[in-house]
């Protein structure tokens, strides 16, 4: 097993990029603001939940009931990260015969004076959410658009995560040595990007996404060698430009809000630089 963790943090400065490939080992990712975050206070965090539960059943089901399927161990892994209980994903994971719910992913495409948004949501009944994701923009000056209306101001790429594997309270950071090499490995993967993020002790690969499976792949077995276990390989909506918000703009946080209040909801892309 690779000595690749440090338990004593340290600024690193970021190595110089390559030509056609960019890579950070940084104390902030520039990826971690093109979704909002959740989980602000207890509720929020209980909605969290909620929501990763659900994809873990949307996985499980896609998987044919395969607990070994790679999308319900990411998904099991996304849920406990949220904070789900054991037992609660036991109970998820458990056969459900019962269970006829029908989960649908929907991309709506919408506005808000010089912002665009991707709002991604999983639903089993597209009737009942549109009109919630609509009065969110429509009630603050926004517009839901149709389909392709804002996707011009996004690239749609392959997105990995990965996080140290929960052993204990203490916080280990990756050394620069231990990033090398997994940069190596994730660009001769097909990698585009690779980042480190030191806040969220995270590491970031973005990809085409048709090589989503294949760097996915190879990055799982990378990230073994130090510890680490991906909690999220997705497609992803990275803005082509950002638009600065103002620190008085409570419109656009208005809607962010309104948005993380809706069960559907799963992630909110935006093209917003807060």
Known sequence: ????????????????????LRRSFAGHSKWSNIKHQKGKNDA???????????????????????????KVLQA?????RAGCTKANL?????????????WEKILWECTLSNYCFVVECLSDNRNRTAPLVKHAFT???????KTGSVMWAFDEVGMIEAVPVKTGDEMVLLTEECFETFFEGAAEAGAD??????????????????????VTDAVRKLVGGFEYEIVSS???FLPKDTVSVPEDDETFLAVLDVLEDLDDVQNVYHNGEV
């Open 1 to 20: 097993m690779w000595q690749c963790l440090n338990a004593i943090p340290t600024t690193i400065v970021a190595p110089p990029s390559r030509t056609l």
């Open 44 to 70: 929020a965090r209980s909605k969290v939940v909620t929501k990763a539960l659900r994809v873990l059943s949307t996985a499980l089901r896609e998987a044919k009931g395969d607990v070994t399927h790679f």
């Open 76 to 80: 099991k892994a996304l849920a406990a």
């Open 90 to 102: 036991d109970k998820a994971l458990a056969p459900q015969k019962d269970d006829k719910t029908i």
């Open 139 to 145: 009630k603050n000056g926004g517009a839901m658009g």
């Open 193 to 214: 990007d690779v980042e480190y993020d030191e806040a969220s002790n995270s590491l970031v690969v973005v990809c085409g996404k048709t090589d989503l499976s294949s």
């Open 234 to 236: 997705e497609i992803t």
